[in-house]
């Protein structure tokens, strides 16, 4: 599985998908059960990308000294 390689992946600090079905978001979801880092599952890609930067900005500052 795919997700089991990305977890190891130390750059990668989150996930977000954009469904465009009801079948698309339950494979979203199911998906997210073997992402151990925080994963988003949203209907637009504004949402996941505003969601997205919630998650990097604490640790784009962090590395900063902000």
Known sequence: MIYTELNKVES????????YSKLGKGN???EGQF???P????ET????MEWMNQ??????NK???Y
């Open 45 to 48: 890609q504004s949402e996941a």
């Open 35 to 37: 992402f151990k880092k």
């Open 12 to 19: 990668l600090k989150a996930f977000a998908v954009v469904y």
């Open 28 to 30: 979203a979801e199911l």
């Open 55 to 60: 998650q990097i900005n604490p640790i784009l």
């Open 63 to 65: 590395k900063k000294g």
């Open 39 to 42: 994963f988003g599952i949203f």
